[in-house]
C-alpha cells in the first residue's frame, strides 16, 4: 500500500498564516507550527525546572509539530471568521476533525495508533501547553510584523496579549514571555 500521509503534510508549507491582513513576511502552518513546538518545549521545560512540575517536554514537542495537521486539506480558517459566534466555532472544529482523520486513513493501519494520539491528544494538560504556545508564536509574529513598521498588526498584538495573560495557571507562560519575548522586538545587531 502506498501512502500520500507524508505528501499531504509536505503541502503544509502551502498554507499561508493571516491572510486577512498586510504581512511584511508571509508565514505558512510549516513554520508556524515548528515555533509553536519549540516554545512548548521550552514552557514545558520552565514548568518543570521553575514551578515544580512534570511534564514531558518531548511529548509535548512531538504533539505540537501536529497541532495544526488538519489545515494542509481545510486550510487556515483566520481567527476572527473560526470564532466569529459558537456555531462556526463548532462545524470549524468539527471539520479539522474529519480532515484528521482523513489524514489518519492514508497511514498505513499499523501507523494509526502511533499517529492518532499526536493529532488529537488526551491529556488536557498537554492541549492546554500547546495552545499557550501556539498563542505565545502568534503574539512574536505580531510584535515582528509591528517592529517592521507594519502597524496591521497592532490591534491583533493586543488582543493576543490579552489571551496569553489570561493563563495565570501555567506561571511558566509569565516566565516564558518575561525572559524571552522582548528580543523579538530586536534587530540581529541590537541582540549581539
Not at 486539506?73 to 481567527?79: A, E, F
Not at 498563542?135 to 510584523?145: D, F, L, P, T
Request: proline content about 6%; overall charge negative; charged content about 25%.
Amino acid at each position: 500500500m502506498k501512502s500520500h500521509f507524508f505528501a499531504y503534510l509536505s503541502r503544509m508549507k502551502l498554507i499561508r498564516r493571516w491572510s486577512l491582513m498586510r504581512n511584511v513576511l508571509p508565514e505558512n502552518i510549516q513554520e508556524h507550527t515548528l515555533q509553536v513546538a519549540m516554545i512548548a518545549h521550552a514552557l514545558v521545560l520552565i514548568g518543570n525546572k521553575y514551578f515544580g512540575k512534570q511534564n514531558d517536554p518531548k511529548e509535548v514537542a512531538l504533539v505540537a509539530l501536529y497541532h495544526d495537521v488538519g489545515e494542509v486539506v481545510i486550510g487556515d480558517l483566520p481567527t476572527p471568521v473560526k470564532y466569529f459566534n459558537p456555531e462556526i466555532k463548532t462545524a470549524y472544529f468539527a471539520i479539522e476533525e474529519v480532515a484528521k482523520n482523513k489524514l489518519l486513513s492514508l497511514l498505513p493501519p499499523d501507523f494509526v495508533p502511533d499517529y492518532a494520539p499526536l493529532f488529537s491528544p488526551a491529556d488536557p494538560q498537554v492541549r492546554k501547553l500547546i495552545k499557550a504556545a501556539d498563542k505565545i508564536a502568534a503574539y512574536a509574529k505580531c510584535v515582528e510584523e509591528i517592529a517592521a513598521g507594519n502597524g496591521e498588526f497592532a490591534k491583533a498584538e493586543q488582543s493576543i496579549k490579552k489571551e496569553i495573560d489570561s493563563y495565570a495557571d501555567l506561571p511558566e507562560v509569565g516566565w516564558f514571555m518575561d525572559h524571552f519575548m522582548e528580543s523579538f522586538r530586536l534587530t540581529i545587531d541590537e541582540m549581539d
